[in-house]
Every structure is written in C-alpha cells, then in structure tokens.
C-alpha cells in the first residue's frame, strides 16, 4: 500500500499550559483516529537551511517552510487527503501538503 508524507505548513503554538493541552489532546485524537493507517506520527520541525542549486545555503525553509511532518498509509492520494481533512493544525490556520512516495 502506498505511503503518504503529510507536510505540515504554518500553524502555531499555543500559549498557555492550558492551551498546550488542548492542541495536545486534539493531536493525540487525529492520531489516534487513524489507526493502522499511522505508520509515523512524526515530529514538529526544528531549524532549516535550504541549499540551492549553485551550492549556496540560506537559512530557512523558503517561502512556506514544513513546520513537521507524519507518515500515512492510505490505499490513494485522496484517501491520505481524506484522512487529513481533521488535523488539528487547521485551527491554527496552518496547511497540510499531502504528498505520495514513490517505491524505487
């Protein structure tokens, strides 16, 4: 079955403890909604560099650097996107780019 990189985009982090614990709750239900289609709940992501094709390295991600990632395995591209539609990271007007690897 084909497996999907969901690259998280934007969002935010909450500011209180109470907060924190919401965002954390609702991730875990996302997960936890999934089932055996998780193969890798993933992480937030940290700092970046992007290195260009003439060999130079700025700092960053670019325009709209991935804020995290997670790893799905869905039987199409629009059932990873289906299975996405409830991700916690909406609330905080971030965005999800669902992407299909490529067995080699």
């Known amino acids: 079955m084909p497996k999907y990189v969901l690259a998280f985009h934007g969002g935010g982090m909450a500011e209180t403890e109470e907060e924190q614990a919401e965002v954390m709750a609702a991730w875990g ?5 999934l089932g055996s289609a998780l193969v890798d709940p993933g992480n937030p992501a940290g700092p970046a560099k992007t ?10 991600g670019g325009a709209n650097p991935v804020t ?20 916690p ?15 080699m």
């Open 51 to 60: 290195i260009h094709a003439d060999g130079s390295v700025t700092d960053g």
């Open 68 to 87: 995290g990632y997670t790893l799905l395995e869905a039987g199409s591209l629009d059932e990873a996107v289906n299975l996405s539609k409830g991700n």
């Open 89 to 103: 990271i909406f609330r905080s007007g971030g965005s999800i780019e669902v992407v299909e690897t490529i067995e």
């Open 29 to 33: 239900a996302w997960m936890e909604g």
